[in-house]
């Protein structure tokens, strides 16, 4: 019963009223002790996806490839290319 999922909303109103949204989700564990110098906050106790590596262990661009956040501003920028 460790289970941990992490989402990121983002949302927009456009001058002219539309709303834009986008989520994104990570699936992962808690751990039971720390693991990794890297990051903040729960990111040396969340185990990413089968449990191998706490967000504390990965490189900035390896949380940023599977993190919720990342995940979230990748799907938001391409959704807001089409009203640039």
């Not at 460790?2 to 992962?28: M, Y």
Request: proline share 2%; aromatic share 10%; with cysteine.
């Amino acid at each position: 019963e460790r289970t941990a999922r992490f989402a990121c909303a983002i949302a927009a109103v456009l001058p002219g009223g539309e709303v834009l949204t986008t989520e994104g989700t990570i699936e992962g564990y808690i751990g039971y002790e720390e693991r990794g110098e890297g990051g903040f906050g729960y990111d040396p106790l969340f185990l990413v996806g089968d449990g191998d590596l706490t967000f504390g262990e990965l490189t900035d661009e390896q949380k940023d490839e599977l993190s919720h956040r990342g995940k979230a501003l990748r799907d938001f920028a391409e959704i807001i290319k089409e009203y640039i």
